[in-house]
């Protein structure tokens, strides 16, 4: 079982710089699942039923979600209908859409987990005791299963790799857009990677123009956000789940189209 999880893609120029490199990733790898993180996907926050069905239209099986999920109202009645999109699951309950599912395809079955830090992030539980009760409810009903775990603390999310430990294929870091150089299998068994980092402009400030960035920090004034599209880049993993539903490698994928 071959992964391919995508990092937070941003904006229409990650869209694109993933639809262009796909292709050769599919050569090169043969992915049997195609996960992406799409918390940035519309106009660089949030998703829309447009973004999220282009994502499908390139063949992705499931998208993951973060901080930005509610960003479009129009969405919230999408994500609620669509089994294939998932939000941190660790949000209070009663809100739009699902933080967990199971996508089949010919027999085999990934279970996909979207989580949100609370360091820095807000969330309604604790994500620890929620995955917990999560792994449970999967226990017989998915194959392999993928935590997108989205949070801002670096020690956060070190701390959730070894809390999962040999309990899930694969937990992979999202929200801070920087793919770090940790990416390994932990020694019971599952893939981890602090942050697999994002899909987007890579000449920009975690995804938004430079000099708007740089404007807001030099004058500590309120400045207007755009979306980036220079030099953009696509940052990935690729995980190689066991038959026993552990993780036999990560590869962190940096690839400039
Ligand atoms: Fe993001
Ligand atoms: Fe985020």
Redesign the pocket.
Known sequence: MKLLFVG?V?GSPGRRVLEEVLPRLRDEHAPDWLVV?G??SAGGLGITEKTAKTFFELGVDAITL?N?AYKHRDVYPYLDAEPRIVRPSNYPKGNPGRGHTVVEKGGRRLGVVNLSGTVFLNAARSPFAEIDSIIDDLAGRADHVLLDFHAEATSEKVAMGWHVDGRVTACVG??T?VPTADARVLPGGTAYVTDVG?TGARDSVIGVRREQALEGFRTQMPVRFETADENPWVNAVLVEGRPDGLAQSIEQLLVVP
């Open positions: 937070d941003v993180n918390e940035n973060g930005h999202t929200h857009h994002m």
